[in-house]
């Protein structure tokens, strides 16, 4: 007997994007493209990217634009901008996360701003969206900056229970151009499918069914919350426009708001 699932139609959803990611001499001038089709950022702290005037200017920005702010948290890898994995101990995941969210909230401060999420970069966060402990150490380290801050993570089971267990918010992220798993899991193995045709309706669906087309063919049910979008994918800024086209994005406070009761 085949199992019916059921199919919840998304009324809200952020898009995310991410800011600061220049060091020095290496510059990235396409990410600020972006900035006026999304709802939140994610902002460089200077670990594995991010340097204090390319942070600064990130703020500025997302202060104009009225975007919600978050920590984009990595490891210390400058020659490989946090791509490479890192084996380390609980009480040195809680040093780089506390260090870096800790950086960013006081840098935000000054310009009167507050930050409102977390979110792991590259290798950190594909660790985190398959390793339970790991992603449980960086939400206590999150949690211990403020107990209000949102966690961001790869929709999927690892996500929801670190925010069951910890008692920390999170968000259920979905990319528009990655393989997943029948399970919902990314498929980290894979090549990123960089096809705006085929994202968009992806994003229809998703919205309509609240479910992920799988590379089985099939598709799997999900949670979202934000949806993340690149800058290092070809034709980005096209495909979050025409994404922002089909829907207008909220960040993630205002929809948990919304489902709160606290707005209609």
């Known amino acids: 007997m085949q199992q019916t699932v059921e ?27 972006l900035l006026d089709y999304a709802s939140s950022v ?42 490479r994995q890192m084996e380390l101990s609980e009480d040195e ?23 409102e999420h977390v979110r792991p970069h590259g290798a950190m966060y594909q660790q985190a969206a398959e390793d339970f402990n790991f992603a449980c150490a960086i939400a206590k380290a999150v949690k211990k900056c403020s107990q209000w801050l949102v966690y961001y993570g790869a929709a999927g089971e690892v996500t929801q229970k670190v925010g069951e267990y910890i008692n920390l918010p999170v968000a259920q992220e979905i990319h528009l151009e990655k393989n997943y798993n029948v399970d919902g899991s990314i498929d980290f193995s894979r090549k990123d499918v960089e096809n705006i045709f085929g994202s968009i309706n992806r994003l229809k669906t998703l919205l309509a069914t609240s479910q ?18 690149s800058n290092k994918i070809a034709n980005a800024e096209a ?3 025409q994404a922002r086209e089909i829907i207008v994005p909220v960040p993630v406070n205002y929809k948990n708001a919304c489902k709160s009761g606290w707005v209609d």
């Open 7 to 33: 199919r919840r139609k998304i009324e809200n959803v952020d898009f995310n994007i991410d800011l600061a990611q220049s060091f020095g001499f290496y510059k990235n001038n396409a990410e600020t493209s």
């Open 93 to 115: 995941i809680e040093a780089l996360v506390v260090y870096q969210v800790g950086a960013l909230m006081s840098f935000a401060k000054t310009y009167k701003l507050e930050i």
């Open 42 to 83: 994610n902002i460089s702290c200077g670990f594995h990217a991010g340097d204090p005037m390319s942070i600064r200017e990130a703020l500025l920005k997302a202060k104009e634009k009225n975007v919600v702010v978050g920590a984009h948290i990595g490891f210390h890898d400058i020659q490989g901008f946090g791509y």
């Open 212 to 229: 992920i087309d799988n590379i089985a063919g099939g598709r799997t049910p999900v949670e979202v919350d934000t949806i993340h979008f």
């Open 239 to 241: 495909l979050i426009k």
